[in-house]
């Protein structure tokens, strides 16, 4: 509902409560004027709307004074916001020492101190919801509004500011010298956001099949009152699934250590970041790794990079499959002093087992080596470990691998048993643990004793020297006879 007003009236008054608008929070919606001089004029009704439009603030918007009128703002809506609404001292807007009063709030310097001094009535709440907005009909008056509740988001909040129901619009407004009824205000937050990715790369895996780089990007708050207080980003993770890569093992292993990126809002203009002066980051120890930025690095981060974006680059080594194979890592963030937001990222990873036996049988065979080769032909390491050995039990685990299609390669049979002819079988990893029972991620593999040699029959030896003996004897026997012969016939020739 718009009614006309004197335009002397509404260009004194909304002169006044422009300035302090400004000065507030850049959207205020003041409080509309009437002189005492010459009466109110055509105020009707008893009561308004005051509707509360809560958006993110970034460089767009939050830079306009707001008219008390509904308006296009860009931005994204925030719900969860509460607000504090009380009316100053009851001043009576249909009456001229109504308004004389509230001209007598607006002229110090801070109105939000006068007007608390003039003395508050009780506080109605309201909470934004749907698309970031809160409703209230307060009775005609001048009133404080207070926030007093946000999202663990929110980094700065706004500042109080009063407002009329109803509203003069002023001599300069379209429409002019009205009052408006239904009144809208427009008050920003300064917002973070935090975020957390799987970043791993396949240099990562070829480095080793259970390395998992992670991201945590945080969103550079766009302040209305100055530098950001603190910007502190923390990886946690949980010590039966991860550990921290050291940077000095990330180098040995030819990757990149733990790094911190900044881009301005356009989302692709770096902003120069130097560990040790701008920001540091604590050992790869324990469960938790953070970067925190300096008192230099808050000042870029304020004056270059409002709006954009922060990154903080973690390399983890997998060191537990859950039965369900889900790594989990988990981040948290304390900007401009709000802590609470916290984000996570997963990944999923299984394993390999392997029994070595006599072929038909269970009986377990140790000292089989074995090998993993992964889709491409690659050889796996798993921390520093590229072959694995089976044990007393006949067992051996390959502890952390990604899902997908592998091949094991039998190396080395257990001593006094052959390969077989296939030395390479392949097999499917799934995410979680391993079940000979389902069969998942488990392989059975049986190995036959080496050939036996030829042996000499059972009593072959005596057998043999008997048959020698007798031939012996046969040829001796005979060389006796052909001697005998011989002898006989010299004789008779000398007897003749």
Do not use: C
């Amino acid at each position: 509902m718009n009614t006309s007003i004197r335009p002397g009236i509404a260009r004194r008054f909304a002169a006044a409560v422009g300035v302090v608008a400004i000065a507030l929070f850049g959207t205020l919606a003041a409080a509309g004027p009437a002189s005492a001089a010459t009466g109110v004029g055509n105020i009707t009704g008893t009561q308004g709307t005051l509707t509360i439009h809560k958006y993110e603030r970034f460089g767009a918007n939050g830079v306009t004074p707001g008219n008390g009128q509904e308006q296009t703002v860009t931005g994204t809506p925030l719900n969860g916001v509460t607000f504090s609404i009380q009316r100053v001292a009851n001043y009576d807007l249909k009456t001229a020492a109504g308004w004389a009063s509230v001209q007598s709030i607006m002229a110090p310097a801070n109105p939000v101190t006068a007007a608390t001094a003039a003395g508050l009535g009780a506080a109605a709440s309201v909470t934004t919801t749907g698309s970031g907005t809160a409703t209230a009909t307060p009775p005609f008056g001048l009133y404080l509004v207070t926030e007093t509740g946000t999202p663990s988001s929110v980094t700065e909040a706004a500042a109080p500011f009063l407002v009329s129901v109803p509203f003069a619009t002023g001599p300069t407004a379209t429409p002019s010298n009205t009052w408006i009824y239904d009144v809208h205000v427009y008050p920003k937050n300064a917002v973070t956001s935090l975020g957390k990715s799987e970043t791993t790369t396949a240099a990562d895996i070829a480095a080793g099949a259970d390395l998992a780089r992670w991201a945590i990007t945080a969103k550079v708050p766009v302040l209305a009152s100055g530098t950001i207080s603190s910007f502190v980003l923390t990886d946690v993770i949980d010590a039966a699934q991860l550990a921290f890569v050291t940077d000095a093992a990330a180098v040995a292993l030819g990757l990149p250590a733990g790094t911190v990126t900044a881009v301005k809002a356009d989302g692709t203009t770096a902003v120069a970041m130097t560990a040790g002066t701008d920001y540091t980051i604590s050992p790869a120890t324990g469960t938790t790794r953070t970067v925190t930025f300096t008192s230099t690095g808050l000042t870029k981060l304020s004056t270059q990079a409002p709006g954009g974006t922060v990154t903080f680059d973690v390399l983890t080594r997998v060191v537990g499959v859950p039965a369900n194979g889900v790594i989990t890592n988990s981040a948290t963030s304390d900007v401009n002093g709000k802590s609470g937001n916290t984000a996570t990222a997963t990944t999923t990873f299984g394993q390999l087992q392997v029994f070595t036996h006599v072929t038909g049988t269970t009986t377990p065979l140790a000292g089989g080596v074995y090998r993993v080769k992964d889709a491409a032909g690659n050889t796996v390491v798993v921390n520093g470990v590229n072959s694995w050995t089976s044990d007393a039990n006949g067992l051996l685990t390959v502890p952390e691998l990604r899902p997908g299609n592998y091949t094991l390669v039998l190396v080395t049979p257990p001593a006094g048993y052959q390969l077989p002819a296939n030395t390479q079988v392949a097999t499917t990893i799934t995410a979680g643990t391993s079940d000979p029972a389902a069969p998942k991620n488990y392989v059975d593999v049986p190995y036959a004793q080496v050939p036996a040699w030829a042996l000499p029959l059972t009593g072959g030896d005596g057998a043999l020297w008997f048959g020698v003996g007798g031939v012996a004897l046969v040829v001796i026997a005979a060389g006796a006879a052909v001697l005998v012969a011989a002898r006989r016939r010299r004789h008779e020739a000398v007897q003749a």
